[in-house]
């Protein structure tokens, strides 16, 4: 990359000060107006580079092209990332550091020395010696998932808006909001987008390219009990509480849950439970790469809330799914060029393409059945959602090399 000037660092360490925490309690879009705060510094800042169309909408969604530089006709290509942080870990006066030059000491986070970044928690550090690496200070997340995404794609707008030498057809930039809560693309204008392919930046290891993710479903199960008068409630009430604490009790505890599986093993997993006399809930989030087997595992929910009523006559209950995202391998796989575009920009970058799966989603997940195909790309994000978040900034440039090898890989595809 001739000519580059890197940004990534200043751009994420200004990005991560402004909170875009997002709220899963919020029936808004965005579910939090706070996100609009980065969204609207994003599209100055694009503008000032000469993105003359950068622009935010209603819906929290910025929307943006970098012009082409040919006649030929070729594929519009995307990059993608979100602005949102993950509501699990706060967000609020994130103070990002800078440890430049970093020779493999254990991190101590200065406003929380128990909060310490090591090699032994985090092995992929052992992979990082020598390079700039960003955290926060101990109290917040650092917000590298996914502003170090933001940061590499300010990065290639800048690069190749300075660099129109560069043969390519147009590029698509797309900011998305609630990512975190599964609401990323829920408002997005695909025929506004009008794209062919792209590719989201909101992966981990340097090398890694993610084309299948998690098919999801979240579920929900709701016991009916049946009141009575505490003083008169013998042979009459049943509590919908307890039924519902005696079906938690029948879920595996060693397997078929998230902290005992890994690799392609799926999981259903509780994460909200409510409830009074008369009606008690339990909220889960189903996954498997399988889409097929979702459908064996609400089956296997439903056999053991019948268990649990019939422990408790006059009982009942009602079971919903409802779809979240699917496993975009489905659709990549009928597009093999996207992948392989990547795999030759990853080669070109100096990499060896390790192509990983993602136990979880991105927006490219529901993106790729919205019609545009969309894999994951590497940031360098690690120990994400938590306080012990951190990021190397050369493996955010060495992100912008590849988006830039991409563009690059695509207009060359196009036209051989």
Same mark, same amino acid.
């Given at each position: 990359?001739? %000519? ?20 899963? %309690? ?24 000469? $993105? ?40 609020? %006066? ?6 430049? %030059? ?85 408002? $997005? ?48 009430? $049943? ?98 060029? $996207? ?78």
């Amino acid at each position: 990359m001739n %000519n580059y000037h890197s940004t990534v660092a200043e751009r994420l360490m200004r990005y991560v000060q402004i909170d875009t925490t997002a709220d899963p %309690n919020s029936e808004t879009q965005p579910s939090s107006m706070k996100q609009k705060d980065l969204s609207n510094l994003l599209v100055q800042e694009l503008l000032g580079m000469g $993105v003359i169309d950068a622009e935010l909408d209603e819906f929290g969604y910025v929307y943006a092209t970098i012009p082409a530089t040919t006649d030929k006709k070729l594929p519009t290509i995307c990059f993608c990332s979100h602005v949102d942080t993950a509501p699990d870990c706060s967000g609020t %006066n994130v103070k990002p550091i800078l440890h430049k %030059n970093w020779q493999g000491t254990d991190i101590v986070l200065p406003d929380d020395e128990s909060i310490i970044i090591s090699t032994k928690n985090h092995p992929y550090l052992l992979q990082r010696i020598g390079d700039d690496i960003i955290t926060a200070s101990g109290l917040t997340l650092l917000g590298a998932d996914d502003k170090a995404g933001l940061a590499i794609i300010m990065d290639l707008a800048k690069y190749l808006m300075e660099n129109l030498s560069i043969a390519h057809g147009k590029v698509r930039i797309l900011f998305t909001p609630d990512e975190e809560i599964g609401r990323g693309v829920a408002k $997005v204008d695909m025929a506004k987008l009008g794209a062919d392919f792209g590719y989201t930046l909101d992966g981990g290891d340097r090398g890694h390219l993610e084309g299948e993710s998690f098919s999801a479903d979240a579920c929900t199960i709701i016991f009916q009990g049946i009141s009575a008068h505490p003083g008169y409630a013998k042979n009459k009430m $049943v509590n919908a509480q307890k039924v519902a604490a005696y079906f938690m009790t029948l879920l595996p505890s060693d397997t078929w849950c998230p902290e005992q599986t890994e690799g392609y093993e799926g999981f259903v997993h509780p994460v909200h439970m409510e409830g009074e006399l008369e009606e008690a809930k339990v909220q889960f989030i189903v996954r498997d790469f399988e889409t097929a087997k979702l459908t064996e595992y609400k089956s296997k929910l439903g056999d053991l809330a019948k268990q649990a009523i019939s422990k408790f006559p006059g009982a009942t209950y009602t079971l919903s799914v409802q779809e979240q995202y699917r496993n975009m391998r489905e659709i990549l796989e009928q597009h093999p060029h $996207v992948m392989a575009i990547a795999k030759e920009a990853y080669i070109k970058s100096g990499l060896n393409p390790e192509i990983k799966n993602i136990r979880g989603g991105t927006d490219g997940s529901r993106l790729s059945f919205m019609g545009l195909p969309c894999p994951n790309i590497f940031t360098g994000e690690m120990g994400i959602h938590s306080k012990q978040e951190y990021v190397s900034v050369q493996d955010m440039e060495k992100a912008v090399e590849v988006c830039v090898n991409v563009v690059r890989q695509a207009h060359h595809d196009a036209v051989a």
